[in-house]
């Protein structure tokens, strides 16, 4: 490097000197550092990449270990009379359905009753279903007082009060809140006046369908009504009939008239879960091997980050093995992915045989379940054993997880050398610069010296200067 020696005293530039010299040691560990941090980086990266790959393809085989999700049922036959739902106790078949008729809630009414009077004093006791509560009616309270007593007791869990105004006075109008015979109102007045059962004071509330009905029935509560296949018929007190056939609940919405056709239900069997699985499996499998080919791929071309890494190697040789694993399910059968028409191609991509997984699922849908799921939860089968596989790399703790964490640990480290190693530059450019300064001071002296004494040497008597 060239240096030009202007400037005061030694006449060197003592700045570019010094700073030449610290990025003389800076350039050869940056440079190394630099290479060492990329190489990290880009480890952890396709580290990173090779997990978020394993674990889709984890998540796509999780949907066929769930028990639940084999041998559904499929039910159709919605329509404006019942709407209907399914669970796997349903076995397929077809019924015939007709709603006879819907359940009612029972409604009764009073008679007219004066707004400001009082309605008399005593106890009401009220009942709809399981549900009963008292209500204590002083000599002073109104109908409204008693409708507002009814509704806002603590105890009451089956009945509305409300109050209808007609030009002849008030009617104390009682709902019952569940539809059904069961749940009838009844009403018992204890009055004061000693006579429970008369038409005056607070005995003219007394309703009790079986007995004395002072308040007249307005809505009769009626149970629901159906007829499978035209001999069997069902009631209910709600308009849901639960495993009235085994796994099938149907809600009735309409009662059939007699020019109305018969509701028709059918339940089949729905094993879609397998097919859906089995494609998104062989998707997330195929994305795997592309990017563990890019990955790892060498040659003159160029050579991919992971290119003979060995855990890329193995995890991938591990993943080949277990899917073309056989499971033996006892009884001198067993089944294996290929068996249930997942097939790769010479590249080592998946595809499904549509036919031979329908074959096998329509033959012996038990023995594909078993292959999934295993016999019972204490004995995983293969989806159970491809999910230990792929948590030894994919966990929290598992391979690849601890592989990223060595890695940057190891770049926080590099960030300490730096740290170190900048104030070693800065202890270096202090030296070298009270170093430079110093042997710069010390030539300006020297100059200054050379000066005086060249002067002195000037001005003596007798010496006569050379002339140039």
């Known amino acids: 490097m060239a240096i030009s020696f202007t400037g005061l005293g030694s006449g060197l530039q003592v700045s570019e000197i010094v700073g030449a010299l610290v990025n003389a ?98 106890t009401m006791t009220l009942s709809s279903g399981d549900n009963s509560f008292d209500i204590a009616v002083s000599d002073t309270a109104t109908l409204s007082e008693v409708r507002d007593a009814i509704n806002n007791s603590k105890d009451n869990k089956s009945i509305n009060a409300t109050i209808i105004t007609d030009d002849t006075g008030q009617r104390l109008v009682f709902s019952a809140q569940t539809s059904g015979v069961a749940n009838e109102i009844k009403i018992a007045v204890a009055d004061d006046d000693a006579n429970n059962t008369d038409t005056l004071g607070l005995s003219r509330l007394a309703f009790d369908k079986a007995g004395v009905q002072n308040v007249a029935e307005v809505v009769t509560a009626v149970d629901a009504s159906i007829t499978i296949d035209g001999t069997v018929t069902i009631t209910s007190s709600t308009n849901e009939f639960k495993n009235v056939i085994d796994g099938v609940t149907i809600t009735a919405k309409k009662a059939q008239g007699v020019d109305d056709d018969l509701s028709k239900l059918t339940v089949e069997e729905n094993n879609d879960n397998i097919k859906a699985g089995l494609n998104t499996f062989i998707e997330s499998y195929n994305e795997l091997l592309d990017l563990s080919s890019k990955l790892g791929k060498s040659g003159e071309d160029g050579a991919g980050v992971m290119a003979g890494d060995s855990l890329l190697r193995g995890v991938m040789s591990k993943l080949r093995q277990e899917i073309t694993n056989s499971v033996d399910l006892g009884g001198g059968n067993s089944l294996s992915l290929s068996q249930l028409g997942v097939e790769a191609d010479r590249y ?85 610069y009270a170093q430079y300064n110093s042997m710069d001071l010390l030539v300006a002296n020297l100059n200054s010296t050379s000066s005086y004494i060249q002067a002195q040497l000037d001005n003596m008597p007798g010496v006569v200067r050379k002339s140039n």
């Open 348 to 432: 080592g991509k998946l595809s499904l045989d549509n036919e031979r997984l329908d074959e096998q699922v329509k033959n012996d849908i038990d023995l594909v379940q078993q292959f999934f799921i295993g016999e019972n939860k204490d004995e995983g089968g293969f989806a159970q054993s491809f999910d230990d596989l792929m948590s030894f790399y994919t966990k929290s703790g598992g391979l690849i997880q601890n592989r990223i964490n060595s890695r940057e640990d190891q770049l926080r480290d590099i960030g300490d050398e730096r740290i170190s190693f900048a104030r070693k530059m800065e202890s270096l450019e202090s030296r070298l």
């Open 25 to 122: 040691e800076k350039a050869p560990f940056e440079s190394r550092l630099n290479k060492k941090e990329n190489n990290l980086t880009t480890d952890i990266s396709a580290a990173g990449a090779l997990k978020a790959a394993l674990e889709k393809v984890q998540e796509s085989m999780s949907g066929l270990g769930d028990v639940d999700n084999y041998q559904k049922r499929t039910i159709s036959g919605n329509d404006d009379f019942i709407s209907l739902s399914s669970d796997k106790d349903a076995q397929p078949g077809g019924y015939s359905v007709k709603v006879n008729n819907l359940a009612t809630e029972h409604k009764i009414m009073s008679s007219a009753f004066d707004a400001t009077n009082p309605v008399g004093a005593g």
